[in-house]
């Protein structure tokens, strides 16, 4: 009873786990739903899971300005945040830009 309790909370954290679209032949959301499947599983490992897709660790310990906005390059992970999107729906920078160091 307890095991099959896990294995579908494991199963609908597997089915909500957002797809990541630079490695569609590794999935942890296909990870996840083999896992639910183990005679082993421990609701340790489902917690865990569940703290993964939550943003748990994020939300607790949260990030000051000083370290997300370094005096050196203040707007870095901005940046960075921006090209993952961007490369994510396919768009890239020219060529030139890249060349050049030119962002926007």
């Known amino acids: 009873m307890v095991a099959s309790k896990a294995t579908q909370k494991l199963s609908s954290i597997a089915s909500s786990w957002p797809v990541d679209p630079f490695r569609p032949n590794i999935q942890l959301k296909n990870f996840l739903k083999y896992l639910s499947a183990h005679p082993k ?9 569940q703290l993964l897709r939550d943003n748990a660790i994020q939300k607790k310990y949260a990030l000051s300005t000083k370290t997300l906005q370094p005096a050196s390059m ?12 961007r ?18």
């Open 74 to 85: 203040p707007r870095h992970y901005e940046r960075l945040v921006e090209g993952y999107e």
């Open 87 to 104: 490369s994510a729906r396919g768009a890239g920078r020219p060529w030139w830009k890249v060349f050049f160091g030119v962002w926007k």
């Open 41 to 49: 599983l421990t609701f340790e490992a489902v917690q865990a899971a």
